[in-house]
Structures are given as structure tokens and as C-alpha cells.
């Protein structure tokens, strides 16, 4: 399962957006390090499910009338402060628990009503900019110390006849997420000494840097938009080249109680809701100021974070296997049951991989369910495709 981290400072409202988007009770308050011990819990990504293009729709679980939410993994945990990478206030429990993490999405208060540690000051007398920049600094030295700590190692292999630097730097930097493959495509991308001893603290820190660009890429979220000033948003969007959400963490977790308690009717992801039970002056004041600010930012921002993680940096695709290619069920009449993310590129035996290995082992052929035709085993899937596999293993 694809694993989103929650990044920032204290107080800039992670633990708001992980309850939100996971809808599990953890602590919430205004003051640093309310999160001590990591959260983990089960999100969704928002997609176009397939049996819109039936009659009916598919009656999954994860299908709300032809939206369709595909299980993700999202981890909550420390705040970062100035300094984390060197061990200051738990920014070494964050980091290592990153190692986890296929993308990071750091959470910014855009009111800029918290300073660098994440404690209450007036709003707009914090900027921004700093959050997103300080996070991106933070990763990056940690990792590059990491690899400082583990360089003396990759000089003792080059003494081999048979030393790989690509070899020798992928095992260091697995349990960082690396693969062998992220660290040709980063090493034909710097310039650098052949002899690891010749390497400088600059060369490491540089390789440091674009491993974490390739194994951690970040989407910011611009939170607490509602509160902040006057053009904010579009500063933080100026002033980096990393995708920008506008959210509002606590109207997402406003409006999924609120439906959970039969007020409103939406769903997450939606532009807008309606409110369909009784409520207060108060109650519907509230209510139509968060509607003015999804109508300004296209929603909450809380799954448009999501999907941009998801489906934009890590370039994912939907595809849903089937047993029946008529009728897109499963062997016990089920339609459209499984959803499985996978790379863009991604090919039939891939899928028939991420739904077992012996499916994927004993692949013999795969149909579009679609188009009701054969696929070849090189055949690209693209986002919504249904197939049937074919393999020795099962039906």
C-alpha cells in the first residue's frame, strides 16, 4: 500500500488533516508536539470508478455513485522544529519514521499565525515560505548525514576489483526507499569523483539532495486558508516550484461529521455540500463561510493533496482486475471489487503481480474488459482500465 507522511511544524494543523482524511480519533490542540507517538492510519485517494460507464453502479464499498476511493496509507507524526535533523525536539522519531513514507505531504499554516516552533503569534507575522523551505532543509541534512555516517563503508568496498559505486550506494540507501534503479538515474544526473575517496562533504550532501528529491517528492499544503491573509496562497505558489493546495483541515473534519451526522451531504473531494438537516444560526453561519472558502479554493483541499501526492508525483494509475470480462466481477458476482495503484507504464503481468505473485508468476494472457480484445503482455494500462488476467494460479 502506498504510504503519504505528514510533514511541518508544530500546530500547523497535521493532526487535524490526518483525522480528517482517516476519520480516527487522535489528539488535537493548540500547543507543540501534541503527536508524540506516530499515527497510522487508512486514507483514500478519489478516482472516476468504472461502472459509470454501466447501468449500474458497481455497489462496492469504496464506491460512492461512481466515486471511487482507493485505500492509502497515512502516517502522522512529530512536528519538525529548526534543528530536527540534529536530533532537536523529536526530529529524529519524524525522520526515521519518513523512511517509510513513498511521499511527503508538508503541511504549512498559510495564516502564518505560528512562529518556527509552532507556538501562537499574530496572524501574518509568521511567513510561510519559511515552513516550506525549513522542511525540505530538514529531510535533506538528515539524509546527508546518513550518508556521511555511512560513507566510510562505501571507501572500504571501492578497495574490491570488483567495486560498483551504484551497487555500493543502493545498499546503503535501501532502507531509505532507494532502489537501484533511482540511484543510476541520480548518479547520471551529478558530476562526481570515480574514487569514493575523493568524494567531498559537498558531493555527498549534493547526492543526498537528489536522492531525497527521487524517493521523497513533496506536495505542500497550504492550511488554514480560511484564516489567512489576502493573497498568501498565491505567495507560497510563488515562492516554490513544489505543487501548492489551498486546505482547510478543519472545515474537511467540520464537513465529514457533519455528513457522518446526517447535516450535510457530502463527499470527500467535493467542491461543495448541501445541508440537508437541522442546524443553528450559528451552526449555518459557520457552515456558509466554509462553503464561500470551498468556492474560492475548489473544495477543502484535504483529497486534492491527496490525489496530487498520489496520482501527479508518485504517477499513478487505477486499473481494476476481474475474473468475468463481460461482467466485471469477481468469481463470487462482485463488481469491480479491487483497485489496484500502480506506476504509470505499468503492464498487464505487472498488475497480475500486485494482485499475488503467483497470479503474476503463471501469467498466461490478459483481456480488456473494455473493449472485450486481448492485450499483450507490453500493452501500457492507463487510468480506469478493467482487466481480466489469465494465469495457471487462478481462474
Known sequence: ????????????????????????????????????????????????????D???????????DGKRYVPIELLDVAGLVPGAHEGKGLGNQFLD????????????????????????VEVGSHDPLDDVDFVEEEMDLWLAGIV????????????????????????????????EGDVARVLRSLEYPDDP??????????????????????????????????????????????????????????????????????????????????????????????RESMDKHEGTGVQTALNAAVYDLLDRITAYPVQDAGKWTDGTGNVLPDAFLLPSGSTPPDLAYAVHSDIGEGYLHAVDARASRRI??????????????VSTAGP
Open 376 to 389: 499483450g503482455e507490453d500493452h501500457e494500462l492507463t487510468e480506469g482500465d478493467v482487466v481480466k488476467i
Open 148 to 179: 556521511d555516517r555511512n560513507w566510510e563503508g562505501v571507501e572500504r568496498k571501492s578497495r574490491s576489483p570488483d567495486f560498483d559505486l551504484e551497487a555500493a550506494l543502493s545498499d546503503m540507501l535501501t532502507g531509505f526507499g532507494a532502489t
Open 1 to 52: 500500500m502506498i504510504t503519504v507522511a505528514l510533514a511541518g511544524k508544530p500546530n500547523a494543523g497535521k493532526s487535524t488533516f490526518y483525522t480528517a482524511a482517516t476519520e480516527a480519533d487522535v489528539d488535537v490542540a493548540n500547543y507543540p508536539f501534541t503527536t508524540i507517538d506516530a499515527n497510522r492510519g487508512v486514507t483514500h485517494v478519489r478516482t472516476r470508478c468504472p461502472c459509470l
Open 197 to 290: 575517496k575523493a568524494w567531498t562533504d559537498d558531493d555527498r550532501e549534493a547526492l543526498a539532495r537528489a536522492v531525497r528529491r527521487r524517493t521523497k517528492p513533496i506536495v505542500v499544503v497550504a492550511n488554514k486558508v480560511d484564516a489567512a491573509p489576502d493573497g498568501a496562497v498565491d505567495r507560497i505558489r510563488e515562492g516554490t516550484d513544489k505543487p501548492v493546495i489551498a486546505a482547510t483541515a478543519d472545515g474537511e473534519l467540520a464537513l465529514r461529521r457533519a455528513a457522518d451526522a446526517g447535516v450535510v451531504d457530502y463527499d470527500p473531494g467535493d467542491e461543495s455540500f448541501e445541508i440537508v438537516g437541522d442546524v443553528s444560526d450559528d451552526q449555518r453561519a459557520g457552515l456558509d463561510a466554509l
Open 54 to 64: 454501466r447501468e449500474e453502479r458497481c455497489g462496492s464499498e469504496n464506491c460512492r
Open 97 to 120: 519514521e519518513l523512511t517509510n513514507a513513498d511521499v511527503v505531504v508538508n503541511v504549512v499554516d498559510a495564516s502564518g499565525a505560528t512562529n518556527a516552533e509552532g507556538e501562537p
